[in-house]
């Protein structure tokens, strides 16, 4: 049993938009020691009131942390913690989540923690061979320490069941200008073959600027839910869509928690040929696109009634559960 530090620290769990770390400390806490999973979050603190009694630190969306509040200080302080795990021989497993930021976009600040992420972690995971390629690319000299597994899934929602749908394309989640969705509006508009689609956006936004844009494009055939919904809503939806979409613009993303939940829901996926979603493009359940010029091609040319669709997906889902996450952790780690 190892004793294990994990970041960050979700106090709030009913009705989180992002439950991966709940589910990561559940799935830890079945055979470690999770030292923070009672404590209350004191942030950036943590690191400190926890440091002698963690073996391993795991650590997820670090690079963020200058984007808090007193972001300045938390850098400085957590780059002091970074200096005492080499003191004390602490270990750390860093979580590649993005390759950047996706709201701040390429910035210095951002790059100093990668730089300092790449060189002191003794671990690192992602979830898509975009991160490994990133890695190869930006920071060859530590490519050894990564390993790539794809995003676990908790249980199943849902089957993708043919018949007539309500909507063609189901666009869903937290609404931010790196996920492209104006643009895919603007595409519908000079798009003969997709002036008709029914389209259903449901999601807060809460850059009121940008909504005022969605708004301005949105195309009589689409419709625009301003909402928080739970993920068992959420799949009402995704079973009266043909596609769940995703519009991502970002070369930031990796992975996405919104497209292990969408799979979960029995969607038929159609995303950007890049990351986790080009990972999969061989499973039955996911169509991947370079460009919106493709989609239409690749509408017209689906077979809802394959029976791939559902076998992909429940090998695939079980093939990678947090449980065998951890597992794999447990090989990499040695703990």
């Given at each position: 049993?190892?004793?294990?530090?994990l970041?960050?620290?979700?106090?709030k769990?009913i009705?989180?938009?992002?439950?991966?770390v709940?589910?990561?400390?559940?799935?830890?806490?079945?055979?470690?020691?999770?030292?923070?999973?009672?404590?209350p979050?004191?942030?950036?603190?943590?690191?400190?009131?926890?440091?002698?009694?963690?073996?391993?630190?795991?650590?997820?969306?670090?690079?963020?942390?200058?984007?808090k509040k007193?972001?300045?200080?938390?850098?400085?302080?957590f780059?002091?913690?970074?200096?005492?795990?080499?003191?004390?021989?602490k270990?750390?497993?860093?979580?590649?989540?993005?390759?950047?930021?996706?709201?701040?976009?390429?910035?210095?600040?951002?790059?100093?923690?990668?730089?300092?992420l790449?060189s002191?972690?003794?671990?690192?995971?992602?979830?898509?061979h975009?991160?490994?390629?990133?890695?190869?690319v930006?920071?060859p000299?530590?490519?050894?320490?990564?390993?790539?597994?794809?995003?676990?899934?908790?249980?199943?929602?849902?089957?993708?069941?043919?018949?007539?749908?309500?909507?063609?394309?189901?666009?869903?989640?937290?609404?931010?200008?790196?996920?492209?969705?104006?643009?895919?509006?603007?595409?519908?508009?000079?798009?003969p073959?997709?002036?008709?689609?029914?389209v259903?956006?449901i999601?807060?936004?809460?850059?009121?600027?940008?909504?005022?844009?969605i708004?301005?494009?949105?195309?009589?055939?689409?419709?625009?839910?301003d909402?928080?919904?739970s993920?068992?809503?959420?799949?009402?939806?995704?079973?009266?869509?043909?596609?769940?979409?995703?519009?991502?613009?970002?070369?930031t993303?990796?992975?996405?928690?919104?497209?292990?939940?969408?799979?979960?829901?029995?969607?038929?996926?159609?995303?950007?040929?890049?990351?986790?979603f080009?990972?999969?493009?061989?499973?039955?359940?996911?169509?991947?696109?370079?460009?919106?010029?493709?989609?239409?091609?690749?509408?017209?040319?689906?077979?809802?009634?394959?029976?791939?669709?559902?076998?992909d997906?429940?090998?695939?889902?079980?093939?990678n559960?947090?449980?065998?996450?951890?597992?794999?952790?447990?090989?990499?780690?040695?703990?």
């Amino acid at each position: 049993m190892a004793a294990i530090f994990l970041y960050p620290k979700i106090d709030k769990v009913i009705g989180s938009p992002n439950p991966y770390v709940f589910n990561f400390q559940e799935a830890l806490s079945k055979k470690h020691l999770v030292v923070n999973a009672k404590a209350p979050n004191r942030g950036i603190l943590s690191f400190f009131t926890h440091f002698f009694k963690a073996d391993l630190f795991i650590l997820n969306w670090p690079e963020t942390i200058p984007e808090k509040k007193f972001g300045g200080i938390q850098k400085a302080l957590f780059s002091v913690f970074l200096g005492m795990t080499k003191l004390f021989s602490k270990k750390i497993l860093w979580v590649l989540h993005n390759k950047g930021s996706h709201h701040k976009g390429e910035n210095a600040v951002t790059r100093d923690m990668f730089n300092k992420l790449m060189s002191h972690s003794d671990y690192i995971i992602t979830h898509s061979h975009a991160g490994k390629d990133f890695v190869a690319v930006a920071y060859p000299n530590f490519l050894a320490k990564v390993h790539v597994i794809p995003h676990p899934f908790t249980e199943k929602l849902g089957d993708y069941r043919e018949g007539e749908k309500k909507y063609d394309f189901l666009i869903w989640g937290s609404i931010f200008p790196y996920k492209g969705i104006d643009n895919f509006l603007s595409y519908l508009q000079k798009t003969p073959e997709l002036k008709d689609a029914k389209v259903l956006i449901i999601g807060r936004c809460t850059d009121q600027e940008y909504k005022s844009k969605i708004l301005s494009i949105l195309p009589e055939s689409a419709d625009y839910k301003d909402e928080l919904l739970s993920l068992e809503e959420i799949a009402v939806y995704s079973d009266q869509s043909r596609f769940t979409l995703f519009t991502y613009k970002s070369q930031t993303v990796i992975s996405s928690g919104s497209l292990v939940d969408s799979i979960r829901m029995g969607a038929v996926v159609l995303g950007p040929d890049h990351g986790a979603f080009k990972d999969m493009e061989d499973l039955a359940f996911m169509h991947t696109y370079k460009d919106f010029n493709e989609i239409p091609k690749i509408i017209s040319e689906f077979d809802p009634a394959d029976a791939r669709i559902e076998a992909d997906r429940n090998t695939f889902m079980k093939q990678n559960t947090w449980h065998n996450f951890v597992e794999k952790i447990e090989k990499i780690t040695g703990i």
